[in-house]
């Protein structure tokens, strides 16, 4: 079973900068070898969790228009890791991340809740005006 781990949440003020990372463990034989897609996710209290960005097992990243520019994803394959480092930060951006993988495309998935049978627990990001 695929475990995901996040850390690196805390509180800033805005305009400052987090490294969120995801230590994902649990690989079979089966699932080393499928293609992955590996996102971050935010849910703000009161609203829905939505996808924040995305990198298939090729490199190609997606990302929600309100962060792309501030965010960037990255995987390193080597440590079994999922970062998302995130600069500018506004206090919008202030929500519980969430590491999710799903074997398959990316395409069409970054706005999709469903379909991630793999979810981390959250990491909490307080943005400070």
């Known amino acids: 079973q695929v475990q995901l781990v996040e850390s690196g949440g805390g509180s800033v003020q805005a305009g400052g900068s987090l490294r969120l990372s995801c230590a994902q463990s649990?690989?079979?034989?089966?699932?080393?070898?499928?293609?992955?897609?590996m996102g971050w996710f935010r849910q703000a209290p009161g609203k829905e969790r939505e996808g924040v960005a995305t990198?298939?097992?090729?490199?190609?990243?997606s990302y929600l228009d309100s962060v792309k520019g501030r965010f960037t994803i990255s995987q390193d394959n080597a440590e079994n890791t999922l970062y998302l480092e995130m600069n500018s930060l506004k206090p919008e951006d202030t929500a519980t991340y969430y590491c999710?993988?799903?074997?398959?495309?990316?395409?069409?998935?970054?706005?999709?809740?469903?379909?991630?049978?793999?979810w981390g627990k959250g990491t909490l990001v307080t943005i400070s005006s």
């Open positions: 990198i298939s097992s090729a490199g190609t990243t």
């Open positions: 999710a993988a799903r074997i398959g495309s990316c395409m069409g998935w970054l706005h999709r809740n469903y379909g991630w049978p793999y």
């Open positions: 649990g690989y079979t034989y089966s699932t080393y070898y499928s293609t992955f897609c």
